[in-house]
């Protein structure tokens, strides 16, 4: 048998079940290498050692008398904006520093009910707010392919923990990108499913109406069996889904016929890295000559990405999505006052405007401050209507673009980022520059759609270079057979 470490999760939960390897084993594997490469890497911000061995163990017996879950002992991280009930849940902020949950995520609840051994919790920008993962009080996170380079964010810590190995899958959050893009970075698969497929009660809200929470993993084929386990309807949250969960395993390796793949002509303007765009061209040519798809050349004429006067790129989907998810930011982060938990100002004869005031002076980043400032603006009286209803007007005609562009399409090709992983530092002074980041996946987000990202190839500086397949509303199970046909032809190097 392979090194445990190489396994993936699907490979890893069948060595266990054959008995050729156990989660005692694996879970020591994998908290070995967490404690030998995490001081470079800066992944977790918590690691449940005692509690994980624990676990394992309880894993294994149940293999044993026969009622093993389908995740038995399969050693998974999940980013720190997940609430469990043991350890903190910080969303790497101090004004969560010491804050335990109550209660757990229905999504970490069923990876357990499944049999998964928890590690720990993986660092993210704060709050899920930032693109890079340098926005946390726990220090940056750096990407395993290249330790100057940014992971992406901002569920970057996820991301960096898969690609090296530190854990056979991870979930992430992404609001506008925050699986996909640092998915791409790192050289791994990252899936955002529909709107509402995965449940987000005890998901730390950003943005409620843009929020998802899904796998991050080393193949398609993981992405699918993570998925399997935490989709579904959940009376704990008003906007989950009451919709059957296909088997997304089932079918995974059979091919879609008469597969046609769009091409939104939008996404490759110049603001695209010329290698980014030839790889992802490359990637349409195999599925058109190898795999017998239909490519289609489609338009989302909302979601195009233009240069002003200046130069400067500048979007629809952009301005649409940071006035509505700095607006919902604004309001989900209001609850953070010092009154109920979290930090509050240790400074004493204040009146009550001013301990607030206080509190969340201290216990707020500069970026997570930026927003919450632009977000209440956005929503105050007399720009309400000037921005919010008519980012939301915009929001419907970008869903429109996509609803057409489906007619002609089963699903959609495009570029995850405009450009590989860039250096830590390189765009955290310029807050526009790192948000144009995601142009190519915040449209997601607005439309409600799943979108999965793969790696595609790797640029001249050996960095990975990730596509990304966009479906229609519940087109998990189709997008990822999709995805598979792609990783099994290509064996893209990752």
Request: hydrophobic fraction near 40%; aromatic fraction near 6%.
């Given at each position: 048998?392979?090194?445990?470490?190489?396994?993936?999760?699907?490979?890893?939960?069948?060595?266990?079940?054959?008995?050729?390897?156990?989660?005692?084993?694996?879970?020591?594997?994998?908290?070995?290498?967490?404690?030998?490469?995490?001081?470079?890497?800066?992944?977790?911000?918590?690691?449940?050692?005692?509690?994980?061995?624990?676990?394992?163990?309880?894993?294994?017996?149940?293999?044993?008398?026969?009622?093993?879950?389908?995740?038995?002992?399969?050693?998974?991280?999940?980013?720190?904006?997940?609430?469990?009930?043991?350890?903190?849940?910080?969303?790497?902020?101090?004004?969560?520093?010491?804050?335990?949950?109550?209660?757990?995520?229905?999504?970490?609840?069923?990876?357990?009910?499944?049999?998964?051994?928890?590690?720990?919790?993986?660092?993210?920008?704060?709050?899920?707010?930032?693109?890079?993962?340098?926005n946390s009080t726990r220090g940056p996170t750096r990407n395993p392919r290249d330790l100057d380079r940014v992971p992406g964010g901002s569920s970057g810590g996820s991301a960096a923990a898969?690609?090296?190995?530190?854990?056979?899958?991870?979930?992430?959050?992404?609001?506008?990108?925050?699986?996909?893009?640092?998915?791409?970075?790192?050289?791994?698969?990252?899936?955002?499913?529909?709107?509402?497929?995965?449940?987000?009660?005890?998901?730390?809200?950003?943005?409620?109406?843009?929020?998802?929470?899904?796998?991050?993993?080393?193949?398609?084929?993981?992405?699918?069996?993570?998925?399997?386990?935490?989709?579904?309807?959940?009376?704990?949250?008003?906007?989950?889904?009451?919709?059957?969960?296909?088997?997304?395993?089932?079918?995974?390796?059979?091919?879609?016929?008469?597969?046609?793949?769009?091409?939104?002509?939008?996404?490759?303007?110049?603001?695209?890295?010329?290698?980014?765009?030839?790889?992802?061209?490359?990637?349409?040519?195999?599925?058109?000559?190898?795999?017998?798809?239909?490519?289609?050349?489609?338009?989302?004429?909302?979601?195009?990405?233009?240069?002003?006067?200046?130069?400067?790129?500048?979007?629809?989907?952009?301005?649409?999505?940071?006035?509505?998810?700095?607006?919902?930011?604004?309001?989900?982060?209001?609850?953070?006052?010092?009154?109920?938990?979290?930090?509050?100002?240790?400074?004493?004869?204040?009146?009550?405007?001013?301990?607030?005031?206080?509190?969340?002076?201290?216990?707020?980043?500069?970026?997570?401050?930026?927003?919450?400032?632009?977000?209440?603006?956005?929503?105050?009286?007399?720009?309400?209507?000037?921005?919010?209803?008519?980012?939301?007007?915009?929001?419907?005609?970008?869903?429109?673009?996509?609803?057409k562009a489906f007619e002609a399409c089963d699903v959609l090709l495009c570029p995850v980022a405009p450009t590989t992983a860039f250096a830590i530092g390189e765009k955290s002074g310029d807050?526009?520059?790192?948000?144009?980041?995601?142009?190519?996946?915040?449209?997601?987000?607005?439309?409600?759609?799943?979108?999965?990202?793969?790696?595609?190839?790797?640029?001249?500086?050996?960095?990975?270079?990730?596509?990304?397949?966009?479906?229609?509303?519940?087109?998990?199970?189709?997008?990822?057979?999709?995805?598979?046909?792609?990783?099994?032809?290509?064996?893209?190097?990752?």
């Amino acid at each position: 048998m392979a090194d445990i470490l190489d396994l993936s999760a699907l490979e890893l939960r069948d060595a266990i079940a054959a008995g050729e390897t156990s989660s005692v084993e694996a879970t020591e594997a994998y908290l070995d290498e967490i404690e030998s490469t995490d001081g470079r890497l800066g992944a977790f911000n918590e690691v449940y050692a005692e509690r994980a061995s624990e676990r394992a163990r309880s894993a294994d017996s149940k293999r044993a008398d026969g009622s093993a879950g389908e995740l038995c002992g399969v050693p998974v991280a999940v980013k720190d904006v997940l609430c469990t009930p043991y350890g903190h849940t910080t969303c790497s902020s101090k004004i969560l520093a010491n804050f335990r949950a109550p209660y757990p995520a229905t999504t970490v609840a069923k990876l357990e009910d499944a049999g998964a051994v928890i590690l720990g919790k993986t660092n993210c920008d704060e709050f899920a707010m930032g693109s890079s993962t340098e926005n946390s009080t726990r220090g940056p996170t750096r990407n395993p392919r290249d330790l100057d380079r940014v992971p992406g964010g901002s569920s970057g810590g996820s991301a960096a923990a898969v690609a090296a190995c530190q854990c056979a899958a991870a979930l992430g959050s992404d609001t506008g990108g925050s699986i996909r893009q640092p998915a791409a970075f790192c050289g791994i698969v990252g899936f955002k499913p529909t709107y509402g497929r995965v449940s987000r009660y005890g998901l730390v809200a950003y943005g409620s109406s843009l929020d998802a929470v899904g796998p991050m993993t080393r193949n398609v084929s993981d992405a699918a069996l993570l998925t399997q386990v935490i989709a579904g309807k959940d009376p704990k949250d008003s906007t989950s889904l009451d919709e059957p969960v296909p088997d997304y395993l089932a079918n995974i390796e059979t091919p879609v016929e008469s597969l046609r793949i769009g091409l939104p002509g939008e996404f490759f303007s110049d603001a695209l890295d010329p290698e980014i765009a030839a790889t992802i061209r490359k990637a349409a040519d195999l599925y058109k000559k190898s795999l017998g798809a239909k490519i289609v050349d489609v338009s989302l004429p909302h979601s195009r990405i233009d240069r002003d006067g200046n130069g400067d790129l500048s979007s629809y989907a952009v301005a649409c999505y940071y006035i509505v998810a700095m607006s919902e930011a604004s309001s989900n982060l209001a609850r953070y006052d010092g009154a109920h938990y979290g930090h509050r100002t240790p400074e004493s004869g204040l009146d009550i405007v001013e301990m607030y005031s206080k509190t969340r002076a201290e216990g707020f980043g500069e970026e997570v401050k930026r927003r919450i400032m632009l977000g209440t603006y956005t929503l105050s009286a007399g720009y309400y209507d000037a921005y919010y209803n008519k980012a939301m007007k915009v929001r419907r005609l970008i869903k429109n673009d996509f609803d057409k562009a489906f007619e002609a399409c089963d699903v959609l090709l495009c570029p995850v980022a405009p450009t590989t992983a860039f250096a830590i530092g390189e765009k955290s002074g310029d807050p526009l520059t790192m948000y144009l980041a995601d142009i190519y996946t915040i449209s997601v987000n607005l439309a409600g759609l799943p979108g999965i990202a793969i790696p595609a190839g790797l640029s001249k500086n050996a960095l990975p270079i990730g596509m990304q397949l966009i479906g229609p509303l519940l087109s998990e199970e189709k997008l990822l057979r999709v995805a598979r046909m792609f990783e099994k032809a290509s064996a893209c190097p990752s």
